[in-house]
């Protein structure tokens, strides 16, 4: 299987384990899965009403971009690059687009 597909699948795979720890948890809010291969963009989207308040939130946002996987917005407890790397992705292909690129170079991930 080339990287580009194995990355896809294992993003996919992680991204569908928290909707359904989303989906079982009772909350008032609907977890929502976006994947759009063509443009290589993944999302966990929380959408909902409080009150007379509309809530939609990305919760996570990966995409694929130069053989890498750039985790552009994550609000997991423990982080999905923690479950990337329990699922065999190497920290040199992983970037937390979330930090500022000069900030990057002092975790164990790619800078870009």
Do not use: C
């Not at 928290?18 to 759009?36: I, M, P």
């Amino acid at each position: 299987m080339d990287k580009l597909k194995h990355h896809r699948q294992i993003i996919q795979e992680v991204l569908r384990e928290y909707h359904q720890l989303n989906e079982k948890s009772g909350s008032k809010t609907e977890s929502v899965l976006a994947f759009d291969e063509v443009h290589e963009q993944y999302l966990l989207l929380l959408m909902g009403w409080h009150f007379d308040e509309r809530i939609k939130n990305v919760m996570i946002h990966i995409r694929l971009k130069d053989d890498k996987i750039w985790i552009e917005e994550d609000w997991t407890e423990d982080g999905v690059a923690t479950d990337l790397l329990l699922k065999g992705i190497a920290p040199q292909e992983i970037v937390l687009a979330f930090h500022p690129p000069h900030v990057r170079q002092y975790t164990e991930f790619a800078i870009a």
